[in-house]
């Protein structure tokens, strides 16, 4: 027969402890038993029982601090209490409530009231797990839903900005180019000229110094082909950040194929190999066991090389980053872990938002890892990592081997 609830009893009074463990027996419970509090906080380490009756005038520790004890210990507080004693004094009751408990029985007690009082407790126990598992449950898919949300219209607005952004950065990366082109002709011609006049003598020659002097033509010369280089560097950066919100917003279709995980992982360290190769020592755990999966190996690449890169930016020297594959159940794992600088605390929430960063100007968009969790999700994954500062970082992928 199924246990109804395991209670553990403690009394220095043998016969009390043989009445109350036989109702409760005979009532569909699982009775352990103790004759003193040292007696009951030992039974608790072993294994903890769903409710504790408790007598108050115990040798070696007496219910109040037994008590007290089981409510300072994390592993035990939740275990309702319930004291069974002769005293019968309100100062007593009070005292035993303010030590934790729920609720308080007088001896001679009555078998059918502790029978009844056991039950209710134990329901209400179980109904506040419950309650909080749900609770706990509901915070979960609420953070996913808000996650998705601000990811979706996130995905939306960026798909909207990279097209706006798109065509002007187009003109000003061509204009520039050929803008570059024409002054690099332009200032041949006026070194040809300046040079003609060179040989002139008398007026011609201060007149031509005058020209120069008026225009700052030296200085000019100098100063346009460098203004011209940094707008050229601002047009290569927003292109660069209009790929990444495409990627981001991703709505060209690659088709689904059946693949072999390490494809797209080797193709990431393919591409990633100049910025990593001498420095840091890539260790590769593939399971052979691990199936191919639909999915779609493009995306897959750009994904890992997102989490790559930052792994490689996070180690400052020398390193290792190890790359594992393998099931787990229905599921491929993936593993990426670096030995480098690791992940604060504070700022693991809001590293897979977009434009989050902690690198300097222009170095990071931040929208590496907002791209990486968009494919994942895309593939119906997961992406977790586990970080400690000065340790290192393990991003964990799982994608459903079928779709
Ligand atoms: N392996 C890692 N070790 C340490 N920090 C990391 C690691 N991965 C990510 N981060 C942190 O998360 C932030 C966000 O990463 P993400 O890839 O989204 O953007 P980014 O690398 O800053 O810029 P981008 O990838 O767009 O060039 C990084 O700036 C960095 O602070
Ligand atoms: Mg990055």
Same mark, same amino acid.
């Given at each position: ?58 040798? *070696?520790? +007496? ?5 007290? &004890? ?6 035990? @507080?939740? %275990? $309702? ?123 011609? *020659?201060? +007149? ?5 002097? &008026? ?6 010369? @100098?100063? %346009? $082909? ?178």
């Amino acid at each position: 027969m199924e246990s109804n609830g395991i209670v553990l009893i403690a009394d220095d009074n043998e016969n009390n402890l043989h009445v109350l463990s036989t109702m409760l027996r005979n009532s569909g419970y699982t009775v352990r038993v103790a004759k003193n509090g040292l007696q009951v906080l030992k039974s608790v380490g072993i294994s903890l029982p769903e409710l504790i009756l408790l007598d108050i005038h115990m040798p *070696e520790m +007496d219910g109040y601090e037994t008590c007290k &004890r089981l409510k300072s210990n994390p592993d035990t @507080k939740e %275990i $309702p209490v319930i004291f069974i004693s002769a005293l019968t004094e309100t100062f007593n009751k009070i005292h035993a409530f303010e030590s934790g408990a729920v609720d308080y029985i007088t001896k001679p007690f009555q078998v059918e009231e502790v029978r009844v009082r056991v039950k209710t407790h134990l329901l209400l126990r179980r109904r506040t797990l419950e309650l909080e598992n749900a609770l706990s449950e509901i915070k979960r898919v609420q953070s996913k839903l808000i996650q998705a949300e601000k990811m979706a219209s996130l995905g939306v607005l960026s798909a909207g900005i990279a097209h706006e952004i798109n065509n002007p950065i187009n003109f000003v990366y061509a204009g520039i180019n050929s803008l570059i082109k024409n002054f690099n002709e332009l200032k041949a011609a006026i070194d040809e000229l300046v040079a003609g006049f060179a040989g002139c003598s008398g007026e011609c *020659e201060k +007149d031509l110094e005058k020209i120069k002097q &008026r225009y700052h033509l030296d200085k000019k010369l @100098k100063v %346009i $082909p460098e203004l011209a280089d940094d707008i050229k560097t601002g047009a290569v950066r927003t292109t660069e950040i209009v790929k990444g919100l495409r990627l981001f917003a991703r709505s060209d279709q690659e088709p689904l194929v059946m693949s072999r995980i390490e494809e797209p992982l080797e193709t990431a360290l393919l591409l990633l190999k100049n910025k990593y190769k001498n420095k840091i020592q890539i260790i590769r755990q593939f399971n052979p066991d691990v199936p191919p999966i639909r999915c779609f190996p493009g995306q897959l690449s750009q994904a890992f090389i997102n989490i790559l890169d930052n792994a490689i930016d996070a180690i400052e020297n020398n390193g290792k980053i190890t790359i594992s594959t393998d099931i787990d159940e229905n599921l491929v794992k993936i593993e990426i872990c670096d030995d480098g600088r690791g992940i604060a605390k504070d700022i693991q929430n809001k590293i897979f938002d977009p434009f989050f960063t902690t690198k300097a100007v222009g170095e990071g968009t931040g929208l590496g890892l907002a791209i990486t969790h968009g494919i994942v999700e895309k593939h119906k994954g997961t992406i977790a990592l586990k970080s400690s500062p000065g340790t290192g970082t393990c991003f964990t992928i799982l994608l459903p081997i079928n779709q």
